[in-house]
């Protein structure tokens, strides 16, 4: 599975971006796919997956309520609405994909390239 991310950039408190991740390179239908991210001088950490079959989704508390995952299957696309941005929400994000007997968010088969989200203040 070979994943590109794309949409990131700067956007002031409050404000939304959206990021998009494209995949390809084999079927999706065991995997959930969607984002972790890394801010300055942490470890990367979970935010939301998405089920590739059936829907189901996944959020880390600290964006539920502000961000929201989707997908297109046509498109082989997964999108992450961002919406009330916070300074806090500043990081490199990483689109990723990870089989569905794994445990949420703790060890993605494949992994994207960064796009970086940065929210000031």
């Known amino acids: 599975v070979q994943l590109q991310a794309s949409g990131g950039g700067l956007v002031q408190a409050g404000g939304s971006l959206r990021l998009s991740c494209a995949a390809s390179?084999?079927?999706?239908?065991?995997?959930?796919v969607g984002w972790f991210r890394q801010a300055p001088g942490k470890e990367r950490e979970f935010v939301v997956v998405?089920?590739?079959?059936?829907?189901?989704?996944y959020y880390t508390d600290s964006v539920k309520g502000r961000f929201t995952i989707s997908k297109d299957i046509a498109k082989s696309t997964v999108y992450l609405q961002m919406n009330s941005l916070k300074p806090e929400d500043t990081a490199v994000y990483y689109c990723?994909?990870?089989?569905?007997?794994?445990?949420?968010?703790?060890?993605?088969?494949?992994w994207g390239q960064g796009t970086q989200v940065t929210v000031s203040s």
């Open positions: 390179g084999r079927t999706l239908s065991s995997y959930r």
């Open positions: 998405i089920t590739w079959s059936g829907g189901s989704t």
């Open positions: 990723a994909a990870e089989r569905t007997w794994k445990m949420i968010g703790k060890a993605p088969d494949y």
